[in-house]
């Protein structure tokens, strides 16, 4: 949290980094895709039955804000619907607007298949794409931050559906940046959202048009009509 307070004021969306990781304490199984807490890290190699659960983070790398999405690991990205939600307007958390660069980890950016997902993304936003450097800086305690999120879940509630972590992404996500956004809701708020033709262009990109916000994701995304009048 220094940061906000020595040296020169975090400006958002100058930059932020894409992560793909697969949480080491948190898994769902294969009878009932529940998602459970082991103490003792996971290994994909001796899971089993146990599904790993993998976990999308867009962090913004001055402010530490973030949007983060889980999913069990052998389900198919979609990283354009990632991108779209963390950078169109959403009631009550920050992160709007495209940022100038976009930092890809190398296991995206040596797919060819994902990383023409987010090509397609940032082409249509008007944002750079940039190979990461090693390791995660500022971005690794985003990452802990949403891995806590989804614990404390299972803490409170119990095991729950991995598809409910899409029905909670907007809490998880708020409540991960907590630490930040009491320090930088002004200056997020100065970013114009995506623009109506860019929405269009992301809807576009599926079969069903407007998919990556329909529900559940259609209870936060905020400005658009729903997909279906598309």
Request: net charge neutral.
């Amino acid at each position: 949290m220094l940061r906000f307070f020595l040296g020169p004021k975090p400006v958002p969306n100058r930059s932020h980094r894409l992560i793909v990781g697969d949480s080491k304490h948190l898994y769902c199984a294969d009878e009932d895709m529940l998602v459970r807490f082991q103490q003792k890290p996971l290994d994909h190699r001796t899971c089993g039955k146990r599904k790993m659960i993998t976990k999308y983070l867009v962090v913004d790398e001055e402010t530490g804000v973030l949007w983060g999405e889980a999913y069990a690991r052998d389900a198919k990205p979609d990283l354009v619907g990632l991108l779209a939600r963390a950078w169109v307007s959403k009631r009550g958390h920050p992160m709007h607007g495209a940022p100038a660069q976009l930092v890809l980890p190398q296991s995206i950016a040596s797919n060819e298949a994902l990383h023409n997902q987010v090509s397609f993304v940032c082409k249509v936003v008007g944002t750079r794409l940039v190979n990461a450097p090693s390791g995660w800086g500022p971005a690794a305690q985003a990452s802990r931050a949403y891995e806590s999120e989804l614990r404390t879940a299972v803490d409170i509630h119990g095991e729950f559906p991995i598809a409910a972590a899409s029905v909670a992404a907007h809490l998880f996500s708020v409540n991960a940046s907590a630490g930040s956004l009491a320090y930088c809701k002004e200056a997020w708020a100065q970013f114009p959202n995506l623009e109506a033709h860019q929405i269009k262009q992301l809807d576009q990109a599926y079969v069903t048009p407007g998919a990556w916000r329909a529900d559940p994701f259609n209870e936060f995304v905020d400005g658009f009509p729903e997909a279906s009048q598309h």
